[in-house]
């Protein structure tokens, strides 16, 4: 298996500027979850997703942010309008049963300028 | 809810030292524990998790922890570290009632040649 797949790696966007992040979990996973991590804050939960269907979002910091899961293979994490302070690394992470570890993708660093 | 703490933020060894990084539950019922390892500018990976049976838990690369019930921790163990250690480490506990992992905030690992 390949793993989680997120692209791109690396995005560097001005502010105001729509932002996606996509994320592809393992194949068979029930449970997919986004994360962001900064210095200040460390990794925080910012959604997750259970059979596509959002299950808590209260991590998510406000209405600029929104994300989805069409279909079991693909996620989207959405800014709009970005803003400096959007500036972290975003990780996607999935797994399977209840319990079983978190499989983490290579995350995306975003720089809003 | 459960969350857990890790109390060392930085810890600088020199190699060959021995390591020891704390981490602290709260209870809340059954308890499974996880440690994720984070290289620098990589994602996270499962280090070693505890979910029943025998409180040593035995990781990839050397690493060990242990489930101290009386004392509420999960301490991560190598008894003598190299410099590709470095990293940052976190601890996690599944969160109560819910699918996803609380994380703790992390400890950064430097291991000096």
């Known amino acids: 298996d390949a793993g989680v797949i997120q692209s791109p790696r690396h995005e560097v966007t001005e502010m105001g500027q729509e932002v996606t992040l996509r994320c592809k979990p393992i194949?068979?996973?029930?449970?997919l979850f986004w994360y962001r991590q900064t210095m200040m804050r460390g990794l925080e939960l910012l959604i997750y997703?259970?059979?596509?269907?959002?299950?808590?979002d209260s991590g998510m910091p406000e209405d600029r942010f929104s994300a989805k899961m069409p279909n079991a293979s693909f996620s989207t994490l959405k800014i709009q309008p970005s803003e400096p302070r959007d500036s972290a690394v975003y990780f996607c992470?999935?797994?399977?049963?209840?319990?079983?570890?978190?499989?983490f993708g290579n995350g995306t660093r975003l720089t809003v300028t | 809810a459960q969350s857990v703490s890790q109390h060392n933020h930085h810890v600088i060894l020199s190699e060959a030292a021995s390591l020891e990084l704390g981490c602290n539950y709260s209870?809340?019922?059954?308890?499974?524990l996880f440690w994720y390892v984070q290289y620098p500018g990589q994602h996270l990976q499962l280090l070693l998790k505890?979910?029943?049976?025998?409180?040593l838990v035995k990781g990839i690369k050397g690493f060990e922890a242990e489930f101290i019930k009386s004392k509420f921790s999960f301490n991560l163990r190598k008894p003598s570290v190299q410099w590709s250690d470095t990293a940052e480490y976190f601890c996690?506990?599944?969160?109560?009632?819910?699918?996803?992992?609380?994380f703790g905030t992390g400890t950064r690992l430097t291991v000096i040649p």
């Open positions: 992470a999935s797994r399977g049963t209840v319990g079983s570890p978190l499989h």
């Open positions: 996690a506990v599944p969160q109560t009632g819910a699918n996803n992992l609380f």
């Open positions: 997703f259970n059979n596509n269907v959002p299950i808590d």
């Open positions: 194949s068979g996973h029930d449970y």
């Open positions: 209870y809340g019922g059954t308890v499974n």
């Open positions: 505890y979910f029943s049976g025998d409180p």
